[in-house]
Nanobody, 120 residues
Framework: EEQLVESGGGLVQAGGSLRLSCAAS????????IGWFRQAPGKGREEVSC????????YYADSVKGRFTISSDNAKNTVYLQINSLKPEDTAVYYC?????????????WGQGTQVTVSS
């Protein structure tokens, strides 16, 4: 069974940092790109970053460039999202998802999400 499990969310003060993890199982990790999305209350879902696990190529939304860093540990089938200089507007549920071969393709598998709350 294909599965993605996020972890690492929490409550943090503005200016702080978090590292989110996305552990994948049940599919060939190297064949997929892993994207991170977020959804704030009352807002639509936003793709913030993605990594193609086969070659490490990455994508970042303009809104997070310079503060978010995505990385992949293929030996552990895990993708990380390092978030620095957190702002209250980063408050959202963060999800990871897997798309076959390329970033920003059709995301087949989704995790359950992890809550990030940034206090001012």
């Amino acid at each position: 069974e294909e599965q993605l499990v996020e972890s690492g969310g929490g409550l943090v003060q503005a200016g702080g940092s978090l590292r989110l993890s996305c552990a994948a199982s049940g599919f060939t990790f190297d064949d997929y790109a892993i994207g991170w999305f977020r959804q704030a209350p009352g807002k639509g879902r936003e793709e913030v970053s993605c990594i193609r696990t086969s070659d490490g190529s990455t994508y970042y939304a303009d809104s997070v460039k310079g503060r978010f860093t995505i990385s992949s540990d293929n030996a552990k089938n895990t993708v990380y999202l390092q978030i620095n200089s957190l702002k209250p507007e980063d408050t959202a549920v963060y999800y990871c998802a897997a798309a076959f071969l390329v970033c920003r393709g059709h995301y087949n598998y989704w995790g359950q999400g992890t809550q990030v709350t940034v206090s001012s």
